[in-house]
Structures are given as structure tokens and as C-alpha cells.
């Protein structure tokens, strides 16, 4: 049982975020992604050599987070979905525990 209410509020997130994204492309991305997860992601893009986040949306930071999760982004493309979400958002919530870790003066 605890089990499932777990994954029930974790699936419920993650539909949250791309449905809200669909709906509102322009709206602040504080209104439903975390700080850390905000964070996390301009350091990401910070790092490439051409940056992809042009304008700071809600829509924008979803398309990264579905390109985390194997999303191509290209013109004809749907919008992501929430498989594509849920393995960006595992593997954003992972670079931003190495993010953690690498800052952390006692390790190395």
C-alpha cells in the first residue's frame, strides 16, 4: 500500500507537469518544478557549447527535461509525453545528486 501511494504521487507529478506545460507553454517554470531542479537544468545547458534555453518557460525547461529522457525535439514531433518526462526527471534528479556530490569539499 505504501508503495502505491508513492508511485501514485509521482505519477500524478509527472502528469501534472506535462499537462501543465501543454496548457500554459509561457508560465513560470517555479509554478511547478522545484529550485533544484531549475537549477540543475541551467547548469546543464550552461555547459554545452550552444545553449538551447533561449527564453525561461515553463515549456522550455519541460522540452529539456524529455530530451534528458531520450525526446528528439524535432519540428514534427509531438509534445513529450509523460514515459519521455518521467526518464528525464529520473535522470535530472540524478545529475543533480552528482551535482551535490561534486560540491562537496570532503569529496575527492
Given at each position: 500500500?505504501k508503495f502505491?501511494?508513492?508511485?501514485a504521487v509521482v505519477?500524478w507529478r509527472?502528469?501534472?507537469l506535462?499537462?501543465s506545460?501543454?496548457?500554459?507553454?509561457?508560465?513560470?517554470?517555479?509554478?511547478v518544478?522545484?529550485?533544484?531542479?531549475?537549477t540543475?537544468?541551467?547548469r546543464?545547458?550552461?555547459?554545452r557549447?550552444?545553449?538551447?534555453?533561449?527564453?525561461?518557460?515553463?515549456?522550455?525547461y519541460?522540452?529539456q527535461i524529455?530530451?534528458?529522457g531520450?525526446?528528439?525535439?524535432?519540428?514534427?514531433?509531438?509534445?513529450?509525453?509523460n514515459m519521455?518526462?518521467?526518464?528525464?526527471?529520473s535522470?535530472?534528479h540524478?545529475i543533480?545528486?552528482?551535482i551535490?556530490?561534486?560540491?562537496?569539499r570532503?569529496?575527492?
Amino acid at each position: 500500500m505504501k508503495f502505491l501511494a508513492l508511485v501514485a504521487v509521482v505519477s500524478w507529478r509527472i502528469f501534472f507537469l506535462t499537462m501543465s506545460a501543454r496548457a500554459k507553454r509561457d508560465a513560470a517554470p517555479q509554478s511547478v518544478l522545484t529550485m533544484a531542479e531549475i537549477t540543475t537544468l541551467d547548469r546543464i545547458d550552461a555547459a554545452r557549447s550552444r545553449p538551447r534555453l533561449q527564453r525561461r518557460t515553463l515549456g522550455d525547461y519541460l522540452l529539456q527535461i524529455a530530451m534528458l529522457g531520450g525526446h528528439l525535439a524535432r519540428n514534427h514531433d509531438p509534445p513529450p509525453g509523460n514515459m519521455v518526462v518521467w526518464r528525464g526527471l529520473s535522470r535530472l534528479h540524478d545529475i543533480a545528486v552528482g551535482i551535490t556530490i561534486g560540491q562537496d569539499r570532503r569529496c575527492g
